[in-house]
């Protein structure tokens, strides 16, 4: 049996959606069914239902107030993740967990590799630094998945923001000196599934295919939608955000496409097909 915790939000939300359609079942949970950072509740919560595999998509993941709110930031992106291996080391279960682009400073100029020095710029980053570490240090049944700018239709995003921000207004700003890649949280899971199925335990990257910085995302996404105004270049420092981001944070998701023998999509062909999930809802 498989446990899904945080399982509301986009990643684990589309978790369920990859396992309805290849038919497994599983065990959603999210914060009112299972705290995750309650270790002793997960572990009696995990007894007697024979749970082969914890995928660990709760997080905290409000990058600027996590600069205030550091100690649950740590609690949910370090510790506990960290439990999580514990437990699933105790019941046999294999484990996976995820964390971020952000680890890395930007400095690089090149996408980053697994291999690469982590340097965090923030709370939320040190905290899932330090969760990454932990995690691989207490269960080698662990796979650590860092992945980027993740969007789905599950909970709110930079492409549901920047649809918000268009309604009403003839122009935008929008800043060019972050990329990175946009990930569509249904292809994160798919091919995390993929990736599980291996056994081959570990460190790895897995974003969209390409390059975006967030100027290009909007664009991509206002351009999808028709919208008729005018989009501007913003800088970084023109928003003065309590935490500090990388300027090039695009993850090299090579390792992951060698193991699975399989190219990743692209991230317009991501916000494609999440504008689509938008409009059958109801929500475009
Ligand atoms: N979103 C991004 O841009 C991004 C970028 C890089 C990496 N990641 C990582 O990718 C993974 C999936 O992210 P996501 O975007 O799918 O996250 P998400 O949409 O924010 O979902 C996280 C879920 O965890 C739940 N949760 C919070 N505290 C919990 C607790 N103590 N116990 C159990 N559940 C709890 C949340 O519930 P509530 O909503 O009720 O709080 C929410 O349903 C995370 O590890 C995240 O850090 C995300």
Redo the contacts with the bound molecule.
Sequence with gaps: MILI??A?????HDFQSVFKENGLDFIAT??MD????DIESVREFVKDKNIDLIIN?????NVDKAEEESEMCYK??AY?PRDLAIVAKEIGADYI?????FVFDGTKGTPYKEEDSVSPLSVYSEA?ALGERLVLEAYDKSFVIR????F?I??N?FNRQVINWSKGRDVLSIVDDQTSVPTY?YDLALYSYELLKTKEYGLYHLSNAGIASKYDQAKYVLDSIGWKGTLNRGKSSDFNLPAKRAEFSKLDSTKIEKVLKKNLPTWQSGIDRFLNEMKEKGEL
């Excluded at 509301?8 to 684990?12: A, I, K």
């Excluded at 299972?34 to 950072?37: C, F, G, N």
């Excluded at 998509?57 to 993941?61: D, F, R, V």
Aim: include cysteine; aromatic fraction near 12%; charged fraction near 10%.
């Design positions: 915790t945080g509301n939000g986009q990643l684990g999210d914060y299972l705290d995750i950072t998509c709760a997080a905290y993941n949910l992106n506990a967990t995820y964390s971020t682009d899932k992945t980027s700018w993740v789905g599950a909970n995003n949280s």
